[in-house]
Structures are given as C-alpha cells and as structure tokens.
C-alpha cells in the first residue's frame, strides 16, 4: 500500500453509502495484525477510545466509524482521512428499504413496521433522514444539533472538513474510485465486494414527486455537499487519467 494514504488512516463512514463494502476494502490494504478501531457510532465505544492513554490510541493503523470527522484530535500522528458520499435522495430511500428488510434493525424498537410506508418514515424526526452526511462531517466538539436544526453555520463546518479529507468518492462513481485509489494510492481492489446492497429496491422515478420533493428539502445542505464532492472526485478522475493508462499499459 502506497504511504501517502497510509497509517493513521480513518475512514468516516456514512449511513447507507456504500461504506460497508469500501471498508472491507480498506481493511484488506493493511497488514492481518494491523491494529484497528471499529465503531458503528455508539458513544460508549468512542468513550472507551478518548479513555485510552495517548501510546495507545498512537498504536491504532485504521480507524473505520460512522463517527464524525475529528478522531485525528485524538492522535499525535498525522491521520489521512477517506470518506464515501452518496447521493442523498437514493440515500434516504436505500435506508427507508434497508430498514424493511433488517428485522434486527433498531428502527424496529421505535415503531418501524412491516406496514410502515416511506411517506410516513418521512415524517419521523430521526437525524438519518436529515443531513447525516453533512452531520458526519463536524466533529462531536462542535456540538450536537437537534431535528431540523442544521443551518449554513454549520453547513460551512462540513464543508471546510471535507475539503480536508485526503479522498473522497462518491457511490454512484464506486468502480472508478477504486481504480482511482489503485492507481494513485497502489491500493489492490481486485477483490472488491459488495455488502449491504438493498436488492429488487424501487428507483427514485418509482416515487412520487411530493416524496421526492420533501427528502429533497430535509437533505438541502446534504444535496449541496454531495455536489462538492461530485465535482471533487470528478477533478480527482481527470488528473489521475494519466496514471489510469499506465496502469492499462
């Protein structure tokens, strides 16, 4: 694996973005007796991290959590950072079906049943369906922000961290970010899986325009990082063409 993308590496981990699969896929770059800090957002794990001494948390290669950007305050080393967006219409909508097919999910303890429809998942007040991924880019310190209370301020936070992560992707684009990452980071993706896709799943057009429209709304400033980021890794993919074809050669 190519150092320039190396040890310390975190991977902030969005809610259905694909990031199960990238994980996998990072993890297999690192040594098998790696030290890895796994996470899927539960405080009491990021407590027991910030509890550790300084040595200890210095020894961990991979950090892999939906926890928000910021772990690298934890850390005397310089940490890379790598992140995976997603769309967030086909975002919300992929949750709304994850849910209905995970009977273990904990939705389920909250009301969420076999009958429940999107247009009333909609309504729920759950910060999953309102700018998770603008939320995953400002760091606990920062504060939490309740239901519907994420605004340019914060917004303009997210944005200046994501200009600070060293790679980012987006689903929509999955292949060539893997090829992006072999080329320029000599990562080997040879044997990318996928996890946690949502089979048979309707599409957005399958929606209705007034469902549609509300997500929309709920995940402006999401909308507005995603088309950063788009645009982002669509300037990453022009500049590492050269190193595409001398892969291909």
């Not at 967006?85 to 904990?106: A, E, G, I, W």
């Not at 072999?182 to 990562?187: I, L, Q, R, S, Y």
């Amino acid at each position: 694996m190519d150092k320039r993308l190396h040890t310390p590496l975190i991977f902030v981990h969005m809610f259905k973005a694909g990031g199960s699969s990238l994980r996998q896929i990072i993890r297999s770059q690192f040594p098998r007796d790696a030290q890895v800090w796994l996470s899927k957002g539960a405080p009491a794990k990021l407590e027991e991290l910030t509890a550790l001494s300084q040595a200890e948390r210095d020894r961990f290669d991979l950090f892999m959590a939906h926890e928000p950007y910021g772990l690298h305050d934890l850390l005397t080393r310089r940490a890379a950072y790598i992140t995976l967006l997603r769309d967030p219409v086909d975002r919300v909508l992929s949750f709304f079906y994850y849910v209905k097919r995970l009977k273990t999910h904990y939705l389920r303890r909250f009301g969420f049943t076999d009958e429940t429809t999107l247009e009333e998942f909609i309504t729920w007040r759950n910060k999953e369906l309102d700018n998770v991924q603008t939320r995953l880019l400002v760091p606990r310190s920062e504060g939490q922000i309740a239901f519907g209370e994420v605004d340019e301020s914060f917004f303009q936070k997210a944005l200046a961290n994501l200009n600070r992560i060293d790679r980012v992707g987006i689903l929509e684009r999955m292949d060539d970010f893997l090829q992006l990452l072999e080329a320029a980071e000599g990562w080997d993706v040879s044997s990318a899986p996928v996890k946690n896709r949502t089979e048979s799943r309707p599409s957005v057009a399958e929606h209705s325009d007034a469902v549609i429209a509300r997500i929309r709304e709920m995940n402006a400033f999401d909308i507005r990082l995603y088309e950063v980021a788009r645009r982002r890794f669509e300037e990453d993919w022009a500049e590492c063409q050269p190193m595409l074809k001398n892969v291909d050669a």
